[in-house]
């Protein structure tokens, strides 16, 4: 990714982890809990997302480190009460994967958005240029939105893949496994900086897919969108 495209890059980033923060909320919210309502958490307002580590400081530095191949964010997670859950377990697990599931659907609607600009940019080529700027931006989103589902699926607590493995493992395991979650963060960063061979193995799936899609939507790209994107 070129420096201009990192100017693409933020709003994307954005909306992507703000999304995925909204959904827990509101999953949750039709699960039976106002905690994200009551705290002003279900909204679209960036500035009450904005986390400085996870929304700032790590975007930027897998930006650096990876020279733009990787980029990862996040926002600051939604309260939520699982205790006010009708069900609880359905609940929690409908609320965990909320998040993924809207990044999902945001990877497959910039795959649409993505196509659907190629086709104006034949009707209207003295628009190229300006279509160009936005198919890079749907390109930008279809990679980081299918990134953050696999890397939210990586079961180590806090992130929503550990909220569906505890209930996969035996209940003397499970309890271990989320005891094991107060030092989650630790290691999630202990992973990011030393483990780049297992966590590139865990979000394969991911690139093959986002490959797959792209593949399929070749000739609809545009010359200039390799001025923004590798």
Known sequence: MHYQGLLLFVPVLLISVIAHEYAHGYAALKQGDTTALMLGRLTWNPIKHIDPFMTVILPLALFYMTNGQMVLGGAKPVPVNPRNYRNFKRGDIIVSLAGVFV???????????????????????????????????????????????????????????????????????????????????????????????????WLRPAMAFESMLFRLVQPFALPTLGQWVN
């Open 103 to 201: 990044n999902f659907l945001l990877a497959l609607a910039a795959v649409v958005v993505f196509v659907l600009v190629g086709l104006i940019a034949r009707a209207a080529t003295s628009a190229e240029s300006a279509l160009g700027v936005v198919q890079a931006m749907m390109f930008m989103a279809v990679r980081l939105n299918l990134l953050l589902l696999a890397f939210n699926l990586i079961p180590i607590p806090p992130l929503d893949g550990s909220h569906v493995m505890k209930y996969l493992l035996p209940p003397s395991w499970s309890l271990r496994y989320q005891q094991f979650g107060r030092y989650g963060i630790i290691v999630l960063v202990l992973l990011l900086y030393f483990g780049g061979d297992l966590l590139r193995a």
